[in-house]
């Protein structure tokens, strides 16, 4: 389904992708971590040709990005579905106007059949009867919930996840999980989950790609991810910073 070949991508002096190489499969739940401004965001955005690499090629369902035109690109891009980080709700419109919006636009639903899909949407998404709410109604959950409903509403292939838990407690946090199994699995959707939240990467997370220095560092289950012995890795998902390590004697 989703494919990166040697991917380059520099800011000004500051190469953040340094040759990612990855595949992901059709209804495969994958989730992509690594430090803090290591580049797991940007790769994201490629993926959906947001951003254009240096060099190398991102391919969706065997189809190339790279030299795509507009128009091209935005047929691909129907295939995505993405749940930003802070949600990006519009404050002004009401939950149905925020999950309708890019439908509402194509002008190609009648009202009823627009009505029914984001019914259906918020439905999944386990907030029924809330359409007339505006986002200042919304708990941080809430929010989430309706972004995501956003991002499922026009059926996508693929949904893409830029630290959906960020800011939410550990209880709507494992609510949040459980829902991005459930679309990924009533859906039938490819789903590609970017965190800094290891209990996230552990729940949703069929197999965890490690992003580190710009490469795909390591990749495999949860269960190999949490028990490696790798410095860099055991570092990371235990959260323990080098000064640490040193302090330890490790």
Known sequence: MIEARN??????????????????ESGESVV???RSGGGKSVLLKHLVALLMPDAGDVLIDGQNLIGLNERQ???VRHKFGMLFQGAALFDSMTV????????????????TELDHRVSEALEVVDLPGTEQKKPSELSGGMRKRVGLARAIV??????????????????????????IVRVRDRLCVTSVVVTHDMR????????????HKGKIYVEGTPDEIFSSR?????????????????KEGR
């Open 7 to 24: 991917l380059v991508k520099s800011f000004g002096a500051q190469r953040v992708l340094d040759g990612v190489n990855l595949r992901i």
């Open 32 to 34: 992509i971590i690594g």
């Open 73 to 75: 690109l935005l047929s």
């Open 96 to 111: 149905a106007e925020n999950v309708g919006f890019a439908l509402r636009r194509e002008k190609n639903l009648t009202p």
């Open 154 to 179: 026009y059926r996508p292939q693929i949904v893409l996840y830029d630290e959906p838990t960020t800011g939410l407690d550990p209880i709507v946090s494992d609510s949040i999980d459980q829902l």
């Open 200 to 211: 996230s990467a552990r729940r949703v997370g069929q197999r965890i790609l490690m992003l």
């Open 230 to 246: 790798d410095p860099i890795v055991y570092n990371f998902v235990n959260g323990i910073s080098e000064k640490e390590m040193d």
